[in-house]
Nanobody, 123 residues
Framework: QVHLAESGGGLVQAGASLRLSCAAS????????MGWFRQAPGKEREFVAA????????DYSDSVKGRFTISRDNAKNTVNLQMNSLKAEDSAVYYC????????????????WGQGTQVTVSS
């Protein structure tokens, strides 16, 4: 079992930046791929970004590419999401996720999930 805990959410104005962090504990060697997803009220969970164990492979949704950066520190068992130039449409609950296999944008393929952290961007 891998336990994930997100932090860093909050309320910001459009154009601002936020940095989300996710701390993993437990069987962290199972967290080969780490990802971030988000879900706004009434919408399906949406892929944001993912990163491989080595950090060599990353993937981003088109809506955040160029604005968000995912990174990980395996020594600290953490993954971060740096979010710049935030827009109102980025408002959602952001979830950290992990899977044993490789990078994927499909939330159905992730094995472990955090509780989520709220990000609200006011326009």
């Amino acid at each position: 079992q891998v336990h994930l805990a997100e932090s860093g959410g909050g309320l910001v104005q459009a154009g601002a930046s936020l940095r989300l962090s996710c701390a993993a504990s437990g069987r962290t060697w199972s967290a080969n791929t780490m990802g971030w997803f988000r879900q706004a009220p009434g919408k399906e969970r949406e892929f944001v970004a993912a990163i491989s164990w080595s950090g060599v492979f990353t993937d981003y949704s088109d809506s955040v590419k160029g604005r968000f950066t995912i990174s990980r520190d395996n020594a600290k068992n953490t993954v971060n999401l740096q979010m710049n130039s935030l827009k109102a449409e980025d408002s959602a609950v952001y979830y950290c996720a992990a899977r044993v296999a490789g990078v994927s944008a499909r939330y159905q393929l992730y094995d472990y999930w955090g509780q989520g952290t709220q990000v609200t961007v006011s326009s």
